[in-house]
């Protein structure tokens, strides 16, 4: 019998299809095969230093553009970081419309780092659902919703999976 991941809060269910654990290199590969992949920050930049450092440094290495939501837009202005604002509810939306396109064409790949865990799951069971697009869930919470997402993970694994994904 296989085990499959526990949610970090056991109540966010997910139907019959479940996201998948993996680790830091499996994203950082994600990341580089995809086409056309964003990067969702969410507001828990404005109060973690570290966190907002990792969505820089994964947004400059791999070349994601940053869509900065819940006031995390406040963050990135002042440090001079180019990101565009948008609330997390519209992004969804226009990441399931098939005719959305970037300048570089349809989204393959969202990968969301600082969202709040019980919207970031709403977000993802819509996105799983509705969308096309492949979800990437960089926390130290399991996202059973989420395409891929690492497991539940304590603050040391969970830095050194950031470190990973920065260098």
């Known amino acids: 019998m296989i085990r499959r991941p526990i949610p970090w809060r056991p109540t966010a269910r997910t139907g019959p299809s479940q996201g998948v654990a993996v680790n830091a290199c499996t994203v950082k590969r994600i ?9 969702v920050v969410g507001p828990k930049m404005r109060s973690d230093r570290g966190l907002f450092d990792a969505a820089v440094g ?15 837009i ?3 202005s002042e440090a001079g970081v180019d990101a565009e604002q948008i ?3 519209h992004l969804t939306n226009l990441l399931i419309d098939s005719e959305w396109k970037t ?11 600082g969202t709040e865990y019980a919207v970031a799951n709403n977000i ?36 050194e999976y950031l470190e990973v994904l920065k260098g």
Do not use: C
Not at 31 to 39: D, M, R
Not at 58 to 72: C, D, K, N, Q
Not at 136 to 152: I, K
């Open 74 to 76: 406040k963050a990135f």
């Open 124 to 159: 993802f069971s819509t996105l799983k659902n509705w969308g096309d697009v492949k979800t990437v869930s960089v926390s130290p919470y399991f996202q059973p919703n989420a395409a891929v997402s690492f497991a539940n993970l304590n603050s040391e694994v969970f830095q």
């Open 31 to 39: 990341i580089e095969e995809a086409q056309n992949p964003i990067l």
């Open 87 to 89: 609330s997390l509810l």
């Open 58 to 72: 994964i947004s400059e290495r791999h070349g994601l553009p940053i869509y900065a939501t819940g006031g995390s």
């Open 103 to 113: 300048e570089k064409g349809s989204v393959d790949v969202a990968v969301f780092i």
